[in-house]
């Protein structure tokens, strides 16, 4: 696979590092001659110049790219270049790094970007997923906003557990796609004993998260089939933290070049 990254700095350098450990073939664009002397990549192909001029991506041959990554200090110079591989090059995948979050929502197919990368966000959600215990966590926005990879890790008071997967009426828009169990990850049949301290992982729209949220984090279901009261929508008083921050019309600065 033919990979074109933009952007030599700590983040593309270490893409490229692994990358290149994976037997693909990588070219980085930067504008700093210096970095290549720096960078300790074996193997990568180089070119100086800005991946903001058509001139700099057509010498890179970006049109047999099979993915582009950008991967600067800069969103603009990201959300630039990923538009530009896309629209004049045709270039099949994008990533684009985000790095300020507020830049976050620009980030998605109207400027060419196939998956976003918001390291804040996803540290925040590594952080989160290892501390909190009886709440959905967003690891992972999917299909540029529209779905989520997420994770509940079932309290041991928990009303959900002895219920059989299949026993339980999940929110339309949410799969159920693995367990984690004693550190061994479980393919999830209707038949599976849902269990204290277990992992859920949920693939699901965005939009669906409160509802799971409210399904997972009922009441004992004492006063009915909480579950099912649940799974037909999210209570009024829902944390909202799967909201989205609300659209800024101008690309926030991050504040540093890297």
Excluded: Y
Excluded at 116 to 134: C, F, K, R, S
Excluded at 182 to 189: E, G
Excluded at 231 to 254: K, L
């Amino acid at each position: 696979m033919k990979v074109v990254i933009v952007g030599a700095g700590s983040v593309g350098s270490s893409i490229a590092r692994e990358l290149l450990s994976h037997k693909h073939e990588i070219l980085l664009i930067d504008l700093k001659p210096e970095v290549i002397g720096r960078s300790g990549l074996r193997g990568a192909h180089w070119l100086v110049g800005d991946a903001c001029e058509l001139s700099t991506l057509k010498d890179a041959r970006l049109e047999d790219a099979d993915v582009v990554v950008s991967a600067t200090g800069d969103d603009k110079v990201n959300l630039v270049v990923s538009l530009l591989a896309k629209t004049e090059f045709g270039v099949g995948r994008t990533v684009g790094r985000v790095n300020n979050p507020k830049n976050d929502w620009m980030f998605d197919d109207s400027w060419g970007v196939d998956v976003a990368v918001n390291t804040p966000q996803l540290m925040t959600a590594l952080v989160e997923e290892a501390v909190e215990i009886g709440d959905l966590v967003r690891l992972l926005t999917l299909q540029t906003g529209v779905s989520s990879l997420v994770e509940f890790t079932v309290p041991h008071d928990s009303h959900v557990i002895g219920l059989t997967v299949g026993a339980i009426e999940w929110p339309e828009d949410a799969t159920l796609v693995a367990i984690l169990r004693d550190q061994a990850p479980i393919t999830p049949s209707r038949d599976d004993v849902i269990d204290g301290g277990d992992e859920l992982f949920f693939v699901t729209t965005i939009a669906a998260e409160d509802e799971l949220r409210a399904l997972l984090s009922a009441p004992d279901a004492g006063e009915g089939d909480a579950a099912a009261d649940a799974a037909a929508g999210p209570d009024d008083d829902s944390d909202g933290r799967s909201g989205q921050p609300a659209h800024s019309h101008a690309i926030e600065d991050d504040g540093f070049d890297g």
